[in-house]
Every structure is written in C-alpha cells, then in structure tokens.
Nanobody, 124 residues
Framework: QVQLVESGGGLVQAGGSLRLSCAASGETLSTYTIGWFRQAPGKEREFVAAIKWSTEDTYYADSVKGRFTISRDVAKNTVYLQMNSLKLEDTAVYYC?????????????????WGQGTQVTVSS
C-alpha cells in the first residue's frame, strides 16, 4: 500500500507560480505511475499530469502543457508539479495518486491510492 501526502497549495495571483509536492511512502514506486488530478467545485476530477517512476516518461493535459512540469526526486520519494503562468481556471483541489504503470494514465480509474488533496486558488 502507498501513502501519499500533498503539500504546496495556496493562494496566488494570476500569472504566478506554485510548486506542489507529493511525498510517497509504503512501497517502492518503481512499478507505478504517479499522477496529478484536480477537481474544481461542481466539476469532475480531471487529469493534469503524470510521470512513470521508472522511465520518467511524462504526460500532460492539453490545458496545462507548456505551463506545468512534473518531475520526481528518487532520493526523497517525491513527485513535484511546478505550475507557472497560473490562470483563474487552474483553481481547484489538486490530488496526487499512484497506479500501476500499465494502467490508464489519464483516467482516475487507473489509480489506486490517493492523497488528501491540496487547495490551489488563483486570484485576479
């Protein structure tokens, strides 16, 4: 079983930056994909970005491509989501999750373990 703890959320002005962290514990991550999803009030949870731990292959939603960067630190067992040029529509609760590497990377159903979420609010 994998435990995930997100941090780094907060309030930022449009155009600003935040870096989210997802610290993992409990199992080796070598066979996992780590993904970031977000959920705004009244909306479904949507895919943001993902990274395969063993190969560092990365995946992004079109809405964040070129603005967000996902990366990992093996020594710290942590995945980061660097978010630049933030927009009002990026406001949401951001969740990290892990799923076995062969599962669907872009769907919540492809992930088994979830963190508690961290709020990101972008103001004008």
């Amino acid at each position: 079983q994998v435990q995930l703890v997100e941090s780094g959320g907060g309030l930022v002005q449009a155009g600003g930056s935040l870096r989210l962290s997802c610290a993992a514990s409990g199992e080796t991550l070598s066979t996992y994909t780590i993904g970031w999803f977000r959920q705004a009030p009244g909306k479904e949870r949507e895919f943001v970005a993902a990274i395969k731990w063993s190969t560092e292959d990365t995946y992004y939603a079109d809405s964040v491509k070129g603005r967000f960067t996902i990366s990992r630190d093996v020594a710290k067992n942590t995945v980061y989501l660097q978010m630049n040029s933030l927009k009002l529509e990026d406001t949401a609760v951001y969740y990290c999750a892990t799923g076995l590497y062969y599962r669907d990377t872009r769907m919540p159903s492809g992930y088994d373990y979830w963190g508690q979420g961290t709020q990101v609010t972008v103001s004008s």
